[in-house]
């Protein structure tokens, strides 16, 4: 998950302190320009740490300034951390994401190497827990006496630009989600019902026919795509939107937003089903949750 749409929201919202953070060490980050990454010469701390709400922060600070300048938040299985062996001139490493193509390099600025191994191994832990596989052992380096010297540009093998993913959400009515949901189950095994497989880009097409579901979309929209509807279009059909899409899905799944949809209001039901990934118990509890009563129905028309 590691992305706008989840992490980074708050850039300064929290600061680093040994009792908080699971594990932090000396680092420089890097910057990818095409195939190459370049390093920034400022000297950094990564660390990690759990907020309040569970979920699980990937953070550079400058530590000159204090500046928090990267804080991801990762979803479980979805990240690994690992030594890049192209590079021969410093300790690089590359943290890859499995829903996106993002990237986030940086090189070890402590001067002894002997941890490098085990701070890689631990990042790895934190992020998916004990079972992820550990980083490819080091060819073992001579340990420095003064701090690490940044590593050289080094071609990113393999890798494509970071992207930033970010992606347009609405209010869809009851029964439109209920439906897509059921057009997506009733083929597939409850598993594999995620976010990403039950809007599509033909359910969008479908749904932005409705003048009711569009009207009620752009309530949640920003004013330059308000009575748009190609614009709007284009924008749920986008990369960047069907990327946002992917990351969201695993974060679902991961089980890590049951506290977030009940901070939004949804009801214990919804937040339930959200703690447990459970993607068509949630849109199920929404739908029964904003579904009038056939009595309430009854008293209204009667009232009519």
Known sequence: MALPLFGGLQPNAHTSTPSKNLIEFKAGKMTQKGKMVHPDTRKGTVYIYKSEDGLTHFCWKDRTSGELVDDLIIFPDDADFSRVSQCTTGRVYLMKFRSSSRRFFCWMQ?????????????VNELLNGPAAPAAAPETPVTSRTTEAKPATTTPAAGTTPATTASGAAGGLSSVKLQEMLDAVSSGQQKESVTPANVITKDVVDTLLKCPDTVSKLEQHLPDQLKGNKE??????????????????????????????????????????????????????????????????????????
Not at 110 to 122: R, S
């Open 110 to 122: 402590d001067a002894n190497d002997e941890k490098d191994d085990a701070n890689c191994k631990k």
């Open 231 to 304: 614009a709007l279009r284009q924008t749920l059909h986008s990369p960047q939107f069907q990327q946002g899409l992917q990351l969201f899905s695993t974060a679902f799944k991961s089980g890590q937003l049951g506290p977030v949809m009940k901070s939004l209001g949804f009801t214990d039901a919804a937040g339930n089903a959200a703690a447990g990934g459970d993607f068509e118990a949630f849109v199920k509890a929404v739908a029964e949750a904003t579904t009038p009563a056939k009595g309430d129905v009854q008293e209204d028309m009667a009232l009519d």
